[in-house]
């Protein structure tokens, strides 16, 4: 009965703080890549972090465009969600050494990496098959704007086949590919160093 509690806690602290996460950096990224905030989807963004990003830049100033308070708070959720993983899973946090919190800061860094990948992989994806069935869909602004800085960069290398531009097709798997050989068996294996 315990382990059962304690694997839906698990799970619930998991999908909330990476939900979290999420909210976070779709909102730096909305604003990096200049992203309408008139829009439905980027209102909601901005009230579910507002709680948390107000007090943030009072603290933490931006610097240029990028707004460097939200991007630390996504962080820091994905810090805190590590954390509780490990406490959780009965690992001796307050007794670890200080090699196994630079172990922890680094699979954070790893979690956000793979997060914003994943943001611009499945933004790409909606994209394009979204391109074939209605183009003209309220969510294609915000899709244009978060997907057009990465795409427009390869276009210029990546030459039109025919009349298919298949630079959506290579991000897609040039991304699958850094997550599932690179990132997560990084992560992976910073974590059984603990």
């Not at 209102?43 to 990028?66: D, Y």
């Not at 630390?72 to 009965?90: K, N």
């Not at 427009?152 to 590919?177: E, K, S, V, W, Y």
């Amino acid at each position: 009965m315990t382990t059962l509690l304690n694997n839906s806690l698990i799970f619930l602290i998991k999908t909330l703080l990476d939900l979290l996460t999420l909210a976070f950096l779709l909102r730096f990224y909305f604003q990096l890549t200049k992203v309408p905030f008139q829009n439905q989807v980027a209102q909601l963004i901005v009230t579910l972090t507002n709680f948390a990003v107000k007090p943030a830049r009072k603290v933490i100033p931006s610097f240029g465009k990028l707004d460097i308070s939200t991007l630390l708070l996504a962080f820091i959720t994905q810090f805190l969600l590590i954390v509780c993983m490990q406490w959780l899973r009965g690992f001796p946090l307050l007794i670890a050494g200080s090699s196994v919190w630079l172990t922890l800061v680094a699979i954070a860094l790893i979690g956000v990496i793979s997060l914003s990948l994943t943001i611009f992989l499945y933004a790409v994806l909606i994209q394009a098959v979204l391109s074939w069935i209605n183009p003209h869909t309220p969510i294609a602004p915000i899709l244009n704007n978060l997907t057009n800085p990465i795409l427009h960069t390869m276009r210029r290398f990546i030459p039109l086949a025919g009349n298919f531009d298949l630079t959506p097709l290579i991000f897609i798997i040039t991304a699958q590919l850094l997550l599932t050989t690179i990132l997560i068996p990084l992560e992976n294996n910073l974590l059984l160093t603990l």
